[in-house]
C-alpha cells in the first residue's frame, strides 16, 4: 500500500486534508479498526494525539453526513404519505 504511506506522509505536518480524511473513511469502511488506522498514522510520522484527535472528528463528521442522507429519505418516504396495503 504505498500510496497510503505516502499520503500519511505528506499529511504528518498537522494538515489535515480532505484527501486524509477520505483515506481515513476509506480505511475504515473497508473493515480495518480505528486502533490499526491509528498505527499507521503513528508510525508515519504523526503524534499519537493528533492523530486520534483527526480519526475522531473524521468518524463523527462522517457519521453525521449518514445520518443527514438517511433523514433526508425518511422525510422524502414521510412526504409521499404511507405506503398504500398490500392486497391479500
Known amino acids: 500500500m504505498e500510496g497510503d504511506s ?4 505528506v499529511m504528518s505536518h498537522g494538515r489535515v486534508t480532505p484527501q486524509l480524511r477520505h483515506w481515513i473513511v476509506k480505511q475504515i469502511e473497508a473493515g480495518k479498526s480505528p486502533e490499526s488506522v491509528l498505527e499507521l498514522m503513528i508510525r508515519n510520522g504523526w503524534p499519537e494525539g493528533a492523530a486520534l484527535d483527526v480519526i475522531e472528528r473524521t468518524l463523527r463528521m462522517r457519521v453525521a ?10 422525510q422524502t418516504t414521510d412526504a409521499k404519505g404511507p405506503s398504500p ?3 391479500v
Open 85 to 87: 396495503a398490500p392486497e
Open 65 to 74: 453526513q449518514i445520518k443527514s442522507v438517511e433523514n433526508a429519505a425518511a
Open 6 to 9: 505516502a499520503i500519511l506522509r
